[in-house]
């Protein structure tokens, strides 16, 4: 009996979950679904990162590549082949993934900051290819999807749609953290992190664990490129390839805590809304200023809190629902 | 042919900025392991810098150079303090996301107080060209190219000759060692910063009388420099200088030959390449700060 009022308690979380999961069938006001459209986007974006980023330590800044290359593959297969977005999605994906996976079968021999600048310039590459490639993806112009609606189209009149597509997607890329971090390669890539030549000495392959972890990585990232120019029916250079987006996949991981499936989670949920927030407030009367309080946040999370403020609101979480189990038990 | 010459030896010239630039960020990286995101916005805030003393009292760049200066290597000394100091014992990550995060609020800065607008000033010597051979050689590009040899030539006496420069380059090599042998490690990172920082500040007056300022000018210069700092060695300043000078040269080379959108993409992936197969720079060997 005490345990199961335990257990309810601990499962409050996923109470919350699917109570807020069936909430957004209720929501129309279009700026909120917008709003968890983003967020969740996001979840799954740094979720997506953190793969390669959180778990092995490698600090990319280039993850805006896959994206776009996600974006752009899927694209331009509907565009000119017809091919359904839904194919085109994992078309782009394992392109990205092979990509990603060349990327790093290369660069892994750096360390450190090394790693870092030559992921930043990938991004940076990708970017002025897309830009000056003007055939294939008519440069800054964008491309434009084509307006028709349905599922096999991948296109929805209404926004839960959307939001529902890119909450499975999160849900995804957090049970694959969730569950990747009990397996082996979790704890190879951990292990690297944390003493490489330890992890080597015994035995443990760890350029192999970083190299299939960097493929699913941005796999991950690239199905967010599609949902995106799905969602958007507009891409161009800057909207799917800019290198906000490859700092931001890091900073939503950071702020959420650092190698946590959930941690990208507690990020963008506390990042998206208030940057989206603060743009709302100053956006028009004085630009800038929202990106000034962001940084500021951001500043002041990291040197205060280098371990993001995931863990913290968990400790926090425990510390209620444990008093609470106590008072149960002595209740009870 | 003349024209071929000609866009040689501008790019060159111009490499004198980049050397400014990397010189700094090469120096801040080999001797304290941190890679300074923001060190663009310095530039981007040293070019607004000298364009109001122009604006508002008529200072010409090359003076309010005197100014900046000074004023940039307390800049450099103060953001030390308060934001890399703190981020030296954490994890590296810290420290990428501070810098990035420093960069973020100083371009915003920009855009909130100066709006989006490119501003540029007009000196007269601006167009004042030498003509030798039949060249036609640029006033302000000539005296970035001569001012970035200098000072190269100058900070190498200083590491090499002066105390402070010695107890810079002790701390490179090994920060623990320098530490027991009373060096004031601490110390030598504050001012390795503000050092970093004042020559961006220099390069800032200098860039002004022929570019414009915007407030993510700084990005493209930070990039580049991250070139040439890898290409060069890391905290190899003589490795930064020929790196930035030989990228000044690809950049008009293949501006002039191929698309100019496409220059970037040729020395990132030079700059792949390097990464690749000489880890340590084009000039570099293994040591830390020469």
Not at chain 1, 166 to 193: D, P
Not at chain 2, 156 to 175: D, E, M, P, S
Request: a positive charge.
């Amino acid at each position: 009996m005490k345990l199961d009022k335990g257990k309810i308690i601990n499962s409050w979380p996923f109470v919350i979950a699917i109570l807020g999961i069936l909430a957004i069938s209720k929501i129309e006001n279009q700026y909120y679904l917008g709003m968890i459209f983003n967020t969740l986007l996001w979840v799954a974006i740094a979720g997506s990162w953190q793969i390669v980023g959180g778990y092995a330590g490698e600090f990319s800044l280039g993850h805006a590549a896959f994206f776009g290359i996600g974006a752009y593959t899927s694209t331009l297969l509907y565009i000119h082949f017809s091919v359904s977005p839904w194919i085109g999605m994992f078309i782009g994906a394992a392109f990205a993934g092979i990509i990603g996976f060349l990327l790093s079968w290369t660069c892994f021999r750096l360390r450190g900051h090394f790693f870092t600048l030559a992921t930043l310039a990938f991004g940076q590459v990708v970017l002025i290819i897309a830009t000056s490639w003007r055939s294939l993806t008519s440069g800054s112009e964008g491309l434009l999807l084509p307006i028709k609606m349905g599922f096999w189209q991948m296109s929805f009149e209404s926004k839960h749609a959307y939001v529902y597509l890119v909450l499975i997607y999160a849900i995804s890329v957090i049970l694959f953290t969730y569950v990747m971090e009990r397996r082996r390669l979790g704890y190879y890539l951990i292990a690297y992190r944390e003493n490489d030549e330890a992890a080597r000495s015994l035995g443990v392959n760890t350029f192999r664990a970083r190299l299939t972890a960097s493929t699913i990585s941005a796999f991950f990232t690239a199905i967010g490129g599609t949902i995106y120019a799905q969602y958007t029916f507009f891409i161009e250079p800057e909207s799917v390839l800019p290198v906000t987006l490859s700092i931001q996949a890091p900073l939503v991981s950071i702020v959420g805590g650092l190698g946590t499936p959930f941690g990208p989670l507690f990020g963008a949920v506390l990042i998206l809304p208030l940057s989206q927030f603060l743009r709302g407030i100053f956006g028009s009367s004085f630009n800038g200023l929202h990106l000034i309080i962001y940084g500021l946040i951001l500043i002041v999370v990291l040197l205060l809190m280098p371990s993001g403020l995931g863990p913290v609101i968990l400790k926090g979480w425990r510390k209620i629902t444990g008093a609470q189990v106590k008072k149960i038990n002595a209740s009870g | 042919m003349d024209i071929l010459v000609q866009v040689v030896i501008s790019g060159i010239l111009f490499g004198g900025i980049y050397a400014l630039v990397s010189i700094g960020l090469t120096l801040i990286m080999g001797v304290m392991d941190i890679v300074n995101f923001a060190h663009g916005e310095y530039l981007m805030v040293a070019l607004y810098t000298t364009y109001f003393l122009n604006q508002l009292w008529n200072v010409d760049p090359y003076v309010a150079a005197i100014a900046v200066i000074p004023l940039f290597f307390l800049f450099g000394l103060l953001s030390e303090r308060v934001l890399i100091r703190p981020t030296l014992d954490k994890p590296a990550f810290v420290h990428v996301f501070v810098t990035l995060g420093l960069s973020i609020i100083l371009q915003n800065l920009a855009l909130l107080m100066f709006s989006g607008n490119f501003r540029s000033i007009s000196v007269p010597y601006a167009q004042y060209s030498y003509e030798i051979f039949d060249i036609l050689i640029n006033y302000p590009r000539l005296v970035i190219f001569i001012v970035g040899i200098l000072v190269a030539i100058g900070l190498h006496f200083f590491l090499h000759y002066t105390w402070v420069g010695k107890a810079i380059r002790a701390t490179a090599q090994n920060k623990n060692a320098a530490l027991l042998m009373g060096i004031n490690v601490q110390k030598v990172y504050a001012i390795t910063f503000a050092i970093g920082v004042s020559l961006v500040g220099l390069g800032g007056s200098l860039l002004m009388p022929i570019y414009s300022v915007y407030p993510t000018v700084g990005f493209q210069f930070v990039l580049v420099a991250f070139v040439a700092v890898v290409m060069g060695g890391l905290g190899s300043i003589k490795g930064a200088v020929i790196a930035s000078f030989l990228i000044g040269l690809v950049e008009t080379l293949s501006g002039f030959f191929i698309d100019p959108s496409v220059k970037q993409a040729l020395y990132f992936t030079v700059f792949i390449m390097v990464l690749l197969f000489r880890p340590y720079g084009l000039f570099g060997k293994k040591t830390k700060v020469a």
